[in-house]
């Protein structure tokens, strides 16, 4: 008898599935492979003695403390220091408005645990980002895509779309949006825009869920304000990380918002892992109280400047004029349109032939469109490598150009 787990599995198992990106990346394993396919941090900008000597301190200091369990609602120490910050810059919230999750991604899917019902609609962007469509999906969520122009999500659209789902009965719990430097998109939603968003969201009752991974990795230009520093009614749930800005294997991230919502995430959280590591959150917290975050981050900002400028210059120089591509001022990604009637999952193939990957951008629409397009990550490969890499995914996509 051949064992299948298909009868044991929940409605949520069976709406599992696995990503595209993290299997593509399996595929990558050739030492020849130049690779624009995941969102992965460049290894240099990983401060490993810095981080090896605190560590020590840590263990010195407060070394029973650290490898005890911890509260759920995550450091004192490190909530603290990140309260700080934000008072420094302006937006003056207390210990109550934030709390510490394993990685930004823990609290997406608590989110979608607390708030989504199966059946539920979510409001997200066309494209949005991977990993927070599955975890939706798996909760039993249906998706609605609003397309984004350059200043991100269009809020007639959206409005238009609400309306007529309210019209028919049908129940919306959130908006999801990346608002800085998106993924996979690149684009930077403006200030006016987020305050449009977050009148559209008070009309209808809705919460809005935003997803800042990328905020402190900015090239050029003035940041926007936070949609949860422009929102009074306390309907917006902010999400940060440390991943791309320090370390993803630290797997810290945090939570701003509104004290009754967050409660309700630290009870999710109780079920769900207890607490996220109180060693790395006091390591973390030592290291930015000596100054080393915000020295370190300049170096990466930099390093990611250039190679986003690497980018954009092959880009320039090697691709069709037919084909265009978004100008990110920050952030680890920039996306790709190919002329109409191109199949990026075609070229996806070709150039892996040719030792360049990427990844289809069709994986981020939620409607299962875009498919011309694609996503190119710059953070992770050097100079070289991506002129190289550009080079060849733009000699695949000008033969395909010329097959009749």
């Known amino acids: 008898m051949i064992f299948s787990e298909e009868r044991f599995l929940s409605h949520s198992g069976k709406n599992m599935k696995r990503s595209a990106i993290r ?17 992965l941090p460049a290894p240099e900008t990983f401060p490993v003695e810095e981080l090896r000597e605190i560590a020590c301190e840590v263990l010195a200091q407060s070394g029973s403390e650290c490898l005890q369990y911890g509260t759920t609602e995550g450091d004192i120490q490190l909530r603290n220091v990140l309260v700080e910050m934000y ?69 007639e659209e959206l409005e238009e779309t609400i309306a007529g789902l309210r019209g028919y009965g049908r129940k919306i719990k959130f908006i999801y949006i990346i ?43 003035e940041p926007c304000t936070t949609m949860c520093e422009l929102d009074h009614p306390g309907r917006v749930i902010s999400l940060f990380t440390f991943s791309k800005i320090l370390a993803p294997g630290f797997r810290v991230g945090w939570v701003v918002g509104n004290p009754i919502l967050l409660d309700r995430i630290v009870m999710a959280k109780q079920t769900s892992d ?62 790709v349109t190919l002329p109409e009637g191109f199949d990026a999952d075609l070229i996806f193939r070709k150039s892996i032939e040719q030792n360049v990957a990427f990844v289809s951008g069709s994986t981020f629409f ?15 490969s050097n100079n070289y490598e991506i002129e190289e890499g550009i080079r060849r995914l733009a000699e695949v996509i000008r033969g395909e150009m010329k097959k009749p």
């Not at 595929?27 to 624009?36: E, G, H, T, V």
């Not at 003056?92 to 645990?113: K, M, P, Y």
């Not at 790395?280 to 109280?289: P, S």
Request: proline share 4%; charged share 25%.
């Open 23 to 39: 299997e593509i990346l399996k595929l990558l394993q050739r030492p020849d492979m130049i690779s624009f396919a995941g969102g």
């Open 87 to 155: 008072r420094k810059s302006g937006f003056n919230i207390g210990t109550e408005n934030l709390i510490i999750t394993t990685g930004s991604q823990q609290a997406i899917d608590l989110i979608a645990r607390i708030f989504v019902d199966h059946g539920d609609y979510i409001m997200c962007g066309l494209p949005s980002y991977l990993g927070a469509i599955n975890t939706f999906l798996v909760y039993g969520a249906k998706l609605k895509g609003i397309t984004l122009d350059n200043e991100g999500m269009n809020p």
């Open 179 to 221: 608002p800085d430097f998106q993924n996979p998109s690149g684009i930077t939603m403006s200030e006016s825009r987020r305050l449009r968003i977050i009148e559209i969201a008070e009309k209808y009752d809705l919460l809005i869920v935003e997803d800042s991974p990328y905020r402190e990795v900015r090239f050029e230009g």
């Open 274 to 335: 207890l607490c996220t590591s109180p060693f790395v959150q006091r390591m973390i917290a030592r290291y930015i109280e000596k100054g080393l975050l915000e020295k370190n981050l300049k170096k990466t900002i930099e390093l990611y400047r250039t190679r986003r400028d690497a980018m954009l210059e092959s880009l320039r120089k090697n691709m069709p004029e037919t084909v265009k591509w978004t100008q990110p001022q920050g952030g680890l990604f920039l996306f």
């Open 366 to 380: 939620c409607n299962n469109t875009g498919k011309n397009t694609m996503r190119l990550n710059f953070s992770f």
